[in-house]
């Protein structure tokens, strides 16, 4: 058993590692042997790792999904007295990865979403992490526009809903009637969140001006008139 659990450390080191070079020069520039070197361990034993360079990219990604929900579930138990579109708010602006402390994860995410056009292992590990949120998302919209959508969050979108603090989108007020198409609202915000990801990341939007989009989005959606959804 000691030996497994020195086994799955050793994996995390070198993901990390991975997670830093990648911030630093993009995937393209993560080698086995700086791999090895950033995480202090021999070749060797990153080869024992991971067969191939694939494999070790894919345990990254992994690495980092499960990093951004184990922070997004903290935050959730740490505040769970919202309303479901306080925490679809919140939802979607911690996917977007806006705030400072996020920046360096917001690269490393965007480096394995570009791999992953060259890479059916790594989009298909992408594919799975979306169709997560997109339902976690599409709970959330559909309580939040249900007749208790202002009040604290219950059922299937407490338990789906992250949360977020600092500048995150306020719970803005609406009339709580239900867009046409609850799926199609949490895949619109996944899409708007993953867009200002990138746009602050080269900097045509400040994270203050991404919150602002994100904001006004979120407001149009329980503002407007039954008739125009």
């Known amino acids: 058993m000691p030996r497994q659990v020195d086994h799955e450390s050793r994996r995390r080191i070198v993901a990390e590692a ?11 520039g993560v080698t086995l042997r700086d791999v090895a070197a950033r995480a202090e361990v021999s070749m060797g034993a990153v080869q024992r790792c991971f067969r ?26 740490a505040g769970p007295a919202q309303s479901a579109r306080t925490a679809l708010g919140h939802a979607t602006a911690e996917v977007a990865l ?33 169709a997560d949120l997109e339902g976690a998302f599409t709970r959330l919209v ?4 249900g007749p208790g959508g202002e009040e604290p969050a219950t059922g299937a979108a407490a338990a789906a809903g992250p949360t977020g603090d600092g500048a995150s989108p306020a719970d803005p007020a609406g009339d709580g009637a239900s867009p046409a198409d609850p799926r199609t609202t949490a895949r619109t915000l996944l899409a708007l969140a993953d867009g200002l990801t990138a746009h602050v990341l080269i900097g045509h939007l400040t994270p203050r001006q991404a919150q602002d989009v994100l904001h006004t989005h979120l407001a149009a959606l329980w503002e407007r008139p039954p008739a125009a959804r």
Request: aromatic share 6%; with cysteine; charged share 30%.
């Open 18 to 28: 991975v997670c830093a070079l990648a911030d630093e020069r993009g995937l393209e």
């Open 52 to 77: 191939t360079k694939e494999e070790m990219l894919l345990f990254a990604l992994t690495h980092v999904g499960d990093r951004i929900t184990e922070r997004v579930r903290t935050r959730l138990v």
């Open 98 to 130: 806006l705030r400072e402390e996020h920046r360096a994860e917001a690269r490393v995410w965007l480096a394995f979403v570009a791999q992953a056009v060259v890479s059916e292992p790594l989009a298909r590990a992408l594919r799975a992490d979306y």
């Open 142 to 145: 559909a309580e939040a526009c």
